[in-house]
């Protein structure tokens, strides 16, 4: 979320690819309050701002910012979007998107290692090639330092995906001591994933001595209340 010369929030919403449609819905009532709400390809990304008093007679132009070249058309649509709330995450299928660690198993045993109570840990699935051989993906975990890999699919396992996982790179921020065994132990099983599958609505991912069970997950925002900062 920008206001054209500064990042207000990041992750608002994915990255806009080719053949994404971006739409903008722009409500205004007589006080001067005014709301701005986004969609893409069809999901409501919810309020991005809610302006008590933008201004009964400030002109918004619609703009874009493009790096390199891109092929853009604009249309205004026949009706208004039947909701304005924020998408519970309805339009990802398969793989790709955010998810959270519900149940982390650990050890020869299997054993559940306690989840941090009121403390989200995120794992997030990003398509980086797909063609009939090949199903590639960047696959991102984030407790207090952020994990990243790549993630192909080499094979079929009865009902799993065979995975393969490359090698891990991770962030250096110093993690509070009740994360820290968590992030330690994530950081060796990601590289030890083996298979993975869509369970229900879950995505359950293993290893020799691990296993991860995680559900969609979308992050909320509050909408800006202020335009310029």
């Known amino acids: 979320m920008t206001n054209g010369s500064a990042a207000l929030i990041i992750n608002f919403g994915d990255y806009v690819k080719a053949n994404d449609k971006v739409a903008v819905l722009v409500q205004r009532e007589t006080s001067g309050k005014m709301e701005v709400i986004f969609y893409m390809n069809g999901d409501c990304l919810g309020a991005g701002f809610r302006l008590q008093q933008f201004g009964t007679d400030e002109v918004l132009y619609p703009s874009l910012c493009v790096t390199g070249k891109a092929k853009v058309s604009f ?94 790179m991770r962030t250096r921020m110093m993690s509070p001591p009740y994360l820290r065994t968590i992030e330690q132990l994530v950081t060796e099983a990601l590289p030890t994933f083996h298979k993975m599958i869509i369970s229900g609505a879950n995505l359950i991912m293993t290893a020799p001595t691990a296993e991860f069970s995680a559900s969609r997950f979308a992050k909320s925002f509050e909408p800006l209340s202020t335009y310029y900062t």
């Open 75 to 168: 249309s205004v649509p026949a009706e208004v979007p039947g909701t304005t709330e924020r998408s519970n995450a309805s339009g990802k299928s398969g793989y790709v998107g955010d998810w959270k660690l519900n149940k982390f198993l650990s050890g020869p045993g299997f054993h559940e290692f306690l989840l941090p109570a009121g403390y989200d840990i995120i794992m997030t699935v990003a398509q980086q090639e797909q063609d009939p051989t090949k199903f590639r993906f960047r696959l991102s975990v984030k407790v207090v330092n952020t994990l990243r890999c790549n993630l192909e699919i080499v094979g079929k396992s009865e009902n799993f995906d065979k995975i393969s996982v490359g090698g891990v």
